[in-house]
């Protein structure tokens, strides 16, 4: 017993290691009290895990690594419905009726979890959690351990309850998710595009206010970075949908 628990001490520290030189592990739990769909997005030139998109029961935890310097994006599907070949929707999040979303985004509104794992120019990671295409579930993004200069990205509270209606989706008489102001009036000025696309001339909206002031560890609009990117470097990260508060 002596020889095999040496021997499961020495496999665990070469995985870990591994996992610290030639990657990143990811955690996702959902701990939300129904199942989810997350939805994985590698940006252009980056492979997508687990073909882009799974099921997840409520309780249910999955582990994947992805390589280093990977960049990209997760996000919650909800109440979706597909048959055997994996065709149907999701009313919040879809990626065009599919379970495995390979290579498409989801239909926002959706709490984005964004990444960038390292880049050719440095060994950080950056990561946020996303409000800038709209909510509709909680989620967050941390470090496994801690680290040095690592923090906590977060929306933690469920932003459907106090949606203003003009923001609201509804599906069934019960809202499911919160456009942002860009979504909903789809303007320039809204979207910090054209001729708002710089820090100058696109200023926070009284919805990106509201957003900011329940969740204000998540970017509420398009150049909220000063409070809301984190930077790090670990070698294992834990994203939980609807986190505990």
Not at 35 to 53: A, E, Q, Y
Request: proline content about 6%; some cysteine.
């Amino acid at each position: 017993m002596l020889v095999l628990s040496h021997l499961v001490s020495i496999s665990l520290c070469v995985f870990l290691f591994l996992v610290s030189t030639n990657g990143t592990q990811l955690i996702l739990v959902n701990n939300c009290r129904r199942s989810i769909w997350p939805g994985i997005l590698g940006n252009t030139g980056n492979m997508t895990p687990k073909d882009g998109g799974f099921h997840m029961r409520s309780g249910e935890e999955v582990v994947f690594d992805v390589p280093k310097k990977w960049s990209g994006r997760i996000w919650a599907r909800q109440n979706c419905h597909f048959d055997r070949n994996g065709n149907g929707s999701c009313d919040t999040g879809d990626c065009d009726g599919q379970l495995k979303c390979r290579g498409l985004g989801g239909k926002p509104p959706a709490t984005v979890v964004e990444m960038t794992l390292g880049s050719l120019t440095s060994p950080l990671h950056f990561y946020d959690v996303s409000l800038v295409d709209g909510f509709n579930v909680p989620v967050s993004m941390r470090p496994v351990g801690g680290g040095i200069g690592c923090g906590v990205a977060e929306c933690d509270v469920d932003l459907n309850i106090c949606c203003p209606s003009a923001l609201e989706v509804k599906v069934g008489g019960k809202v499911v998710g919160c456009k942002s102001a860009c979504l909903a009036i789809q303007s320039a000025k809204y979207c910090c595009t054209g001729l708002f696309a710089n820090p100058k001339t696109c200023k926070p909206t009284i919805f990106a206010h509201l957003f900011k002031a329940i969740c204000p560890k998540a970017y509420s609009y398009a150049f909220d970075e000063s409070s809301s990117l984190n930077k790090c470097r670990a070698s294992r990260y834990v994203i939980i949908f609807c986190p505990p508060k």
